[in-house]
């Protein structure tokens, strides 16, 4: 501005005076009317392109100063367009200088008026000034406005005039350094706005020119208009690499830079970050055979560049250290970080040493007193350490890591939560888990919610025994229950659900129902406690302590201080209840009654329903309405890592972490699909089995020897000898399974559903009718031994014991049978169970059954000592008390390996619930396991009379062979637990 536009100070000085708002606007409207009427002639006359040609040059530019000051304040600022070009199209330069900043501000690219400039723009872009006398301004003064003036013009027709020329100047060879830089950047913006102003692989020799420029301000600008590029069509441009390179070295290993771009005696670091975030765009750079076009592109020099890379790098890790000067140690870290991004880039194609270094060099970064650096170093470890082969380095920093936990600073203590969540593995799960649950404690509101939400998320993905994945959940509720969400304790549900092997659910049950006792509670352990007590706490409930009735007492004390959404789980809760014990009915019935009058609808509604529902249905279909609810589907994202993802977007390192299935994980997978394998190949193989059925299965279990088929055409029809191969192995199946077909042919199928909790069990059998038409007469009669104890419940009729009586069972339809058993002494057979039922055309069916009840169901796995199991195991010596037998592999078994020995050991755990005592085998090809099989008898004192059990398996590879020898204190059970596992091997 010049010192002579007194006018334009003047005003300046009026508006900042002003004494509100309402004064500045009064002035500036006074102002707007008089530069508007002096850009209007006194004659009335305007020129051809509308402007005063009276005003004089110094007025002129004094007015539309105004207008550009006007605008900058907010006010709308419509006229005097004309008056602007005039002075654009000026040559001198102060008329020129204000005409493009008013340009720049004041017009917009398709303002109709741009037509006329376009000509002059372009004039100024290709045709440098005239050089002067000494005070006349650079001759390249003109193209810079220009360019700067078309950086900041919007417009998609101006970007496509005016591309050819800005690209053009760009590459002249007459063009100044200063015309260079402004045009490289006037072309990212071009290049931004409209991504096909250029074509990649005809523009990447001319940047390849430029590359070669020995300005660094060039160099600079150039590297940002190629990374924009790059950022955008990367393969176009990937022949770069060895120039990016070049010049890395000049700067990092020769040190090569004016004096000027020493930045506190770095050398040009800005230059150096636009060069290293360029090569991390090429992952695969080291790749000799994938980096071909580069190394064609490096004029001879073969892979000199690759190794000259390394070389940089190496450099910058070890020269870089923290500095006195904040200045100076700042520039050296942000090449640093970058240098270690473009490792990580690498990926494990880097070389190990590079990797290495790095992580040497963050660790003593994580431990300076600088917060910034702390910040950058716990961010870019936890990058570096998702690459294969960094988890043993990273861990020697999880000491450092957990102090930086208690940082003053948040963001500091988010990054190192952050590296705790991505060094965590198999083997320091437990310890990280519970120093984060420790600090939890500690730690403020603003980072509690993250802090559960990966607490959780760890715990379920390292948890090798899912146990301690419920202890933890439930120590994140006592200590911080007001962030866990909804989406944890539902995880809780689905995967104890998912998971009945073993004893996790009952487990889960009591540990809850010990959670809920105290009346200060929080409400989100009252919602997992009620879910899960109403799903599993009828495995508990002959524990002492925890009845049915005494599960109602613990849950209902807190119902008046839950809200509407945890009412609603008690209520569904109390009516499963209600339907497995008879003694909770009375305590629920008034609850509900007080409930259908509720002002919620849900709870109203809930409670409605369940009350009639006994009135509107059969007990049997109240059975299945109120019984436990299947498995959840687990084929889909977690919950918790969909809302790590929505909090710390994709490019996280702990979303990538989370996304990788673990070890533990896969484990657990891989189980549950064998379980639904072996259930789905019982199944498949008893469809195909269809025919006319007539004789006598006979049980793995027992002695007996299979009937003849009858003949006369008016005898019951049986089951035939062909069948009796296939059933064996169904039934043996269903003894190490929870669930399968029991029987199958075209008229009726036959299913079972078991579950054990010490001595007692539930046993759901299911008749479906797969024939066209009713079957009447339907009759299962059970045979009771001395060594159960049985409750029976089923559709009505089944159970009768006429052979006129029965059920009718309709087409695709089932009767059911519920049976609850208790054993009371060993015993090495099956229950019998008799099924009758009559065809349309008069045609009597009967088929002998075994239900898959047998000793192992009742079987409570013990860990023992090598010691003690070697001590027990003599003691046990005798006739009476081993059971013995050697069984040759299936035929088409695979040869017997380590692998094959897991799936044995595998077999004695969770097909045989035996505990595996490690350490006692002298050889690989020896499984030992020790169990006590638990019975409802008691002894003079009153306490349950329990029977100790161990077994040996033991594989001889080269006869293909195994041994089984159990040892018990009665022959019953040895017989028992050897007989279940020798079928279970010959499956195996």
């Known amino acids: 501005m010049s010192t002579q536009a007194r006018g334009l100070q003047n005003f300046i000085s009026d508006l900042r005076n002003a004494k509100g708002k309402e004064d500045e606007r009064k002035r500036v409207d006074k102002e707007l009317a008089n530069i508007r009427k002096n850009f209007t002639p006194k004659g009335g006359k305007l020129s051809e392109d509308g402007s005063n040609p009276n005003l004089s040059s110094y007025a002129r530019k004094k007015y539309v100063w105004k207008l550009v000051y006007i605008h900058i304040l ?47 723009m372009v004039k100024d872009l290709t045709v440098p000034l005239q050089a002067g006398g000494k005070n006349s301004p650079p001759v390249d003064a003109a193209q810079c406005l220009a360019l700067c003036a078309t950086a900041n013009i919007s417009g998609l027709e101006l970007i496509q005039s005016l591309h050819t020329e800005v690209l053009q100047t760009l590459v002249a060879k007459s063009s100044s350094a200063n015309v260079k830089k402004k045009a490289a950047l006037c072309l990212l913006r071009l290049v931004r706005t409209s991504a096909k102003v250029i074509s990649g692989r005809e523009f990447a020799p001319q940047v390849a020119q430029l590359l070669q420029d020995r300005h660094l301000g060039v160099l600079t600008s150039a590297m940002s208009l190629l990374y924009g590029l790059a950022s955008q069509t990367p393969d176009d441009y990937e022949s770069l690499i060895p120039y990016a390179v070049h010049i890395l070295g000049m700067l990092v290993l020769k040190k090569a830079c004016a004096r000027e771009y020493l930045y506190y005696r770095t050398p040009s670091p800005w230059l150096q970050i636009k060069l290293l975030k360029f090569l991390q765009l090429y992952p695969h750079a080291l790749n000799a055979k994938e980096n071909g076009a580069a190394k064609e592109a490096a004029a001879g020099n073969g892979g000199a560049h690759i190794s000259q890379l390394t070389s940089i790098i190496s450099k910058v890790l070890t020269e870089t250290d923290v500095s006195d ?76 890591v957990l102090v930086s936990l208690k940082d003053a600073d948040i963001s500091v203590r988010r990054r190192a939560l952050d590296l705790l969540f991505v060094m965590c593995d198999t083997d320091n799960a437990e310890r990280i888990v519970d120093e984060l649950v420790a600090h939890l404690a500690l730690a403020d509101a603003a980072i509690r919610e993250e802090m559960v939400l990966k607490i959780a998320i760890l715990a379920e993905k390292y948890a090798t025994d899912l146990r301690w994945y419920v202890d933890t959940i439930l120590k994140l509720i006592s200590i911080s229950g007001d962030h866990v969400s909804d989406a944890i304790w539902h995880r809780v549900v689905q995967i104890v659900t998912n998971h009945p092997q073993g004893d996790l659910q009952a487990y889960t049950a009591a540990t809850l129902l010990v959670a809920a006792s105290p009346r200060r509670c929080h409400e989100t352990a009252v919602r997992v406690a009620a879910y899960i007590l109403g799903e599993f706490g009828f495995l508990i409930a002959e524990r002492p302590g925890m009845s049915g009735e005494e599960q109602f007492r613990i849950l209902h004390q807190h119902w008046p201080t839950s809200d509407n959404k945890t009412r609603a789980i008690l209520v569904s809760t109390y009516a499963k209840l209600a339907n497995l014990y008879e003694e909770c009915r009375p305590l629920v019935a008034p609850v509900f009654a007080r409930c259908t009058n509720n002002v919620d609808v849900e709870i109203q509604q809930r409670a409605a329903e369940y009350s009639s529902m006994r009135e509107a249905f059969s007990p049997e279909a109240v059975e299945d309405l109120l019984r436990e609810m299947p498995p959840f589907e687990d084929n889909k994202q977690s919950a918790l890592e969909q809302r790590l993802r929505e909090k710390e977007g994709d490019n996280s390192a702990a979303v990538q972490k989370a996304a990788r299935p673990s070890i533990a994980e896969r484990k657990r997978a891989a189980q549950s699909a064998a379980t639904v394998k072996a259930v789905e190949e019982v199944a498949a193989q008893a469809q195909q089995e269809t025919g006319p059925i007539e004789s006598d299965p006979v049980s793995p279990m027992s002695d007996g020897s299979p009937g003849t088929a009858k003949k006369d055409p008016g005898a019951k029809v049986g089951i035939p000898k062909e069948v009796i191969p296939a059933m064996r192995k169904a039934f043996s199946n269903l003894c190490t399974s929870p669930s399968g077909v029991l029987f199958e042919n075209a008229l009726l199928q036959v299913g079972v559903k078991h579950e054990y909790v010490g001595a007692q069990g539930r046993i759901s059998v299911f008749f479906g009718n797969l024939s066209k038409t009713p079957l009447s007469h339907f009759r299962a009669i059970i045979e009771e031994g001395e060594h159960l104890r049985m409750q029976k419940q089923g559709t009505q009729g089944l159970l009768d014991e006429e052979e006129s009586g029965g059920c009718d069972v309709a087409v695709r339809t089932q009767a059911k049978l519920l049976l609850i058993v208790e054993v009371t002494a060993p015993f090495d057979d099956a229950p019998a169970m008799r099924v009758t039922f009559e065809t349309e055309n008069g045609e009597v069916h009967e088929y002998p059954l075994r239900l898959p009840i047998v000793a192992t169901c009742f079987m409570e796995p013990v860990t023992l000592e090598p010691g003690a199991f070697m001590q027990r195991w003599r003691s046990l010596e005798g006739q009476d008390r081993e059971c013995q037998e050697v069984v040759k592999a299936p035929p088409n078994a695979p040869p017997i390996d380590e692998e094959y020995m897991k799936r044995i050991g595998t077999i004695v755990t969770e097909g045989l619930k035996f505990g ?20 409802g008898a008691k002894d003079m004192n009153g306490n349950n009379i329990n029977v100790g059990c161990l077994v040996r398996v033991e594989a001889n590879p080269q006869a293909g ?13 040895s017989k028992a637990v050897k007989n279940v596992a020798l079928v279970s091997i010959k499956l195996a």
């Open 74 to 120: 907010g006010y709308d600022v419509d006229f005097g367009h004309a008056e602007v070009l005039v002075l654009l199209r000026s040559s001198k330069y102060s008329e020129k200088h204000v005409g493009y900043t008013a340009l720049s501000l004041l017009m917009r690219g398709d303002d109709p008026s741009m037509t006329s400039v376009r000509g002059t």
């Open 325 to 400: 000067s904040i200045n100076k140690s700042n520039a050296d870290h942000a090449i640093l970080f970058e240098a270690v991004n473009l490792i990580v880039c690498w990926g494990a194609s880097g070389p190990a040493q590079l990797r290495e270094g790095a992580m040497k060099l963050l660790g003593k970064f994580i431990s300076v007193r600088e917060p910034n650096i702390r910040y950058l170093g716990l961010l870019t470890m936890a990058q570096l350490a998702q690459l294969e082969g960094s988890a043993e380095s990273i861990k020697k920093h999880q000491a450092t």
């Open 916 to 935: 595996r005592c490690t350490g006692c085998d002298p050889t690989p090809w020896t499984v030992s396991g020790a169990a006590t099989f638990r019975t």
């Open 961 to 973: 062979a195994f041994r089984v020898t159990t040892r018990t204190l009665h022959p019953l059970c």
